[in-house]
């Protein structure tokens, strides 16, 4: 009645008058063989923190939707090409897709989807099939952006506070949830940019806040 109760993997028990929910979010995997192989090793779920290590390089990126069109202009600035595969039809702003013909460097491929992802200690190619004839093809890349999405961690959370139609949790600009007491912050949050630098500035504003809760519980 005073709180919340958290019961941990080994059968712990903590109590206390806040929680601060910062759980962030879970990369939608390919699950295709090499995949976990060269994860940090040429894959990676975040061109914007990692594209530049590949500047001057060939780069597959993965997805058709907002975030893998932004990564593949993103990347042409920098990389030498950059080959975009997207099992459908690209479902991103019109906007971005209009841009995409007029990059040199970008080279699109729809209704394909990626097979293999190869190398030695790091990527150097991938494997990937055209859906409609079933043919396979190489590509020499050094990269393999994956940007197709993010999970958020709610699950344990989802009966207590109010989501978003992607899960997220719903806060307001104190990192308030709909249940007083319970603070949240970072990617699992309804806050836009999902970067390192605004989770750990939420984080702050939420243990600023969960402080005040707790001066207010005193009075």
Sequence with gaps: ETGFQITTESEEKYQSKTIIYAAGKTPRKLNVPGEAEFSNKGVTYCAICDGPVFSGQNVAVIGGGNSALEAALDMAKIAKHVHLVAQSQLKGDSILIKKLPDTKNITIYTEHKIEMIEGEKLVN????????????????????????????????????????????????????????????????TNVPEKQIVVAAGEGAKAALQAHRYLQRLAT
């Design 125 to 188: 190619t991938i494997q990937i099939m055209d859906l409609k004839n079933k043919e396979s093809k190489q590509l020499q890349v050094n990269g393999v952006l994956i940007e197709i999405g993010l999970i958020p961690n709610t699950e344990l959370i989802k009966d207590l506070v109010n989501l978003n139609e992607r899960n997220e949790i719903i806060i307001n600009c104190s990192c308030e949830t709909s249940l007083p007491g319970i603070y949240a912050a970072g990617d699992v």
